[in-house]
């Protein structure tokens, strides 16, 4: 294993720390915390709280800012992070009209943070949440009950970030970003595994001539293991398994993320991106918008995913609406 690290047991500290320091204008690291938080602050605006296990960089840290997150809580790598952490993060975003947690679909993060949140109420501080399920591939899978939340939920902290700049009170702010998660849905796959830092070595083998269709962000497997297949064979796959999911049709506009896990080229991303635009168009759905980068990585993982958010005209302003983070900016 080569990796870019000083003792495997302290990167998430260390990172939070680099993180910190380069984006100081919009992030400071809550001291003695797993949270970073943001530097402008708007007083009686619905606070956005997401977080989960590290690794999946620029997810979720990257991601707060103006008009996405207030606070993200960074937890062990792919591991949850405690309720008490959450807690923090909670309190790091409020500033009265209450906060929302946005959180993916993992058992570990779904039971933390509503301990936190029962934990936040005792304190006085209201608190609510939307939990994202956006992953197609499986029904049930190594962590969770039901779909997985992966890359769709960046989608999520746009939409609630961007209703909460508004002073929408909590209510609305977590009625937009559920009409979010009805209107998404994304599938992954992976050509190589990770490898986390603690363990030094690799979470599963694959072979040079083998992918992994609908793989999860934590190495969960997917749906079937194939020989490696070309660009457009994956978009193909890819996105017919989502058109299945039957909320996305002829007539629609949506927004699309392709998603790197890691370690995948610009260039085959947008390779990739070329042919999800033909079958998309083929379709007879509209792309409104395009993101082709890395959102929600799975540390060093070669793969990818995609992402359609069907969209209306309250979706299309909020996602058009500005925001300042590390990792977002519109």
């Given at each position: 294993?080569?990796?870019?690290?000083?003792d495997?047991?302290?990167?998430?500290?260390?990172?939070?720390k680099?993180?910190?320091?380069?984006?100081?204008?919009?992030?400071?690291?809550?001291?003695?915390?797993?949270?970073?938080?943001?530097?402008?602050?708007?007083?009686?605006?619905?606070?956005?709280v997401?977080?989960?296990?590290?690794?999946?960089?620029?997810?979720?840290?990257?991601?707060?800012g103006?008009?996405?997150?207030?606070?993200?809580?960074?937890?062990?790598?792919?591991?949850?992070?405690?309720?008490?952490?959450?807690?923090?993060?909670?309190?790091?975003?409020?500033?009265?009209?209450?906060v929302?947690?946005?959180?993916?679909?993992?058992s570990?993060?779904?039971?933390?943070?509503?301990?936190?949140?029962?934990?936040?109420?005792?304190?006085?501080?209201?608190?609510d949440?939307?939990?994202?399920?956006?992953?197609?591939?499986?029904?049930?899978?190594?962590?969770?009950?039901?779909?997985?939340?992966?890359?769709?939920?960046?989608?999520?902290?746009?939409?609630?970030?961007?209703?909460?700049?508004?002073?929408?009170?909590?209510?609305?702010?977590?009625?937009?970003?559920?009409?979010?998660?009805?209107?998404?849905?994304?599938?992954?796959?992976?050509?190589?595994?990770?490898?986390?830092?603690?363990?030094?070595?690799?979470?599963?083998?694959?072979?040079?001539?083998?992918?992994?269709?609908g793989?999860?962000?934590?190495?969960?497997p997917?749906?079937?293991?194939?020989?490696?297949?070309?660009?457009?064979?994956?978009?193909?796959?890819?996105?017919?398994?989502?058109?299945?999911?039957?909320?996305?049709?002829?007539?629609?506009?949506?927004?699309?993320?392709?998603?790197?896990?890691?370690?995948?080229?610009?260039?085959?991303?947008?390779?990739?991106?070329?042919?999800?635009?033909?079958?998309l168009?083929?379709?007879?759905?509209?792309?409104?918008k395009?993101?082709?980068?890395?959102?929600?990585?799975?540390?060093?993982m070669?793969?990818?995913?995609?992402?359609?958010?069907?969209?209306?005209?309250e979706?299309?302003?909020?996602?058009?609406?500005?925001?300042?983070?590390?990792?977002?900016r519109?």
């Amino acid at each position: 294993m080569k990796k870019l690290i000083n003792d495997p047991n302290n990167v998430v500290e260390e990172m939070m720390k680099g993180m910190a320091a380069a984006h100081h204008d919009v992030l400071k690291h809550v001291p003695d915390t797993a949270v970073l938080t943001r530097v402008e602050r708007t007083a009686g605006k619905v606070g956005i709280v997401s977080g989960g296990g590290s690794g999946h960089e620029p997810s979720h840290a990257g991601f707060v800012g103006k008009g996405m997150l207030d606070a993200a809580v960074c937890g062990p790598v792919f591991t949850s992070p405690g309720p008490d952490q959450v807690l923090e993060g909670i309190k790091a975003a409020d500033s009265g009209a209450g906060v929302l947690l946005v959180i993916k679909n993992y058992s570990g993060d779904v039971m933390n943070f509503e301990m936190a949140m029962e934990l936040a109420e005792m304190e006085t501080i209201t608190v609510d949440k939307v939990i994202v399920n956006d992953d197609v591939a499986v029904e049930d899978s190594t962590y969770t009950t039901g779909r997985r939340g992966i890359a769709g939920t960046v989608f999520v902290h746009k939409i609630a970030g961007a209703k909460a700049e508004t002073g929408a009170p909590l209510a609305e702010v977590k009625a937009s970003a559920e009409k979010a998660i009805r209107n998404v849905r994304s599938m992954g796959m992976a050509l190589s595994a990770c490898t986390i830092p603690a363990a030094g070595k690799p979470g599963f083998e694959m072979a040079e001539n083998e992918m992994e269709i609908g793989m999860g962000i934590h190495g969960e497997p997917g749906i079937e293991r194939t020989l490696l297949k070309t660009a457009d064979e994956v978009a193909e796959e890819l996105i017919s398994k989502i058109l299945q999911d039957g909320v996305h049709k002829s007539g629609d506009e949506v927004a699309v993320m392709i998603n790197g896990l890691g370690s995948t080229p610009l260039m085959e991303l947008y390779i990739l991106n070329g042919k999800v635009s033909d079958i998309l168009e083929e379709k007879g759905i509209t792309v409104y918008k395009t993101f082709v980068g890395e959102y929600m990585t799975a540390i060093e993982m070669a793969g990818c995913s995609v992402s359609l958010l069907k969209l209306d005209d309250e979706l299309k302003e909020l996602l058009d609406a500005p925001a300042h983070t590390t990792a977002f900016r519109m």
